[in-house]
């Protein structure tokens, strides 16, 4: 490999890391009839199947790649990664 070809794979292996990707945390999910889903207003309740503290999954580009618990800190939402999946599942 010639120097010009490391600088040419090191300047494409920087621009990926300027990529930005959506990261999004799943704190549960439910499945309701629509005739329910259309009577839901303020105030309204909808149960999740997790436990309170049950570990959240954490997505990346649509895919799940971690679990993390929930916690606050400064008055905002984090969560902190439990664990990383071995392969990104959909």
Same mark, same amino acid.
């Given at each position: 490999? =010639?120097?010009?070809?490391? *600088?040419?794979? @090191?300047?494409?292996?920087? $621009? &990926? ?5 959506? !990261? ?6 439910? =499945?309701?009839?629509?005739? *329910?889903?259309? @009577?839901?207003?303020?105030? $309204? &309740? ?5 436990? !309170? ?19 606050? $800190? ?6 902190? !990664? ?9």
């Amino acid at each position: 490999m =010639t120097s010009d070809q490391i *600088q040419v794979g @090191k300047a494409s292996e920087d $621009a &990926v890391y300027d990529v930005d990707v959506e !990261v999004y945390a799943v704190l549960g999910t439910a =499945t309701l009839p629509i005739a *329910q889903l259309l @009577k839901l207003g303020r105030g $309204a &309740v909808v149960e999740l199947e997790r436990k !309170v503290n049950d570990p959240i999954d954490l997505y990346v580009n649509q895919r799940r790649v971690a679990t993390a618990d929930v916690g606050v $800190a400064d008055d905002r939402l984090i969560v902190t !990664v439990l664990d990383v999946l071995k392969r990104a599942t959909e």
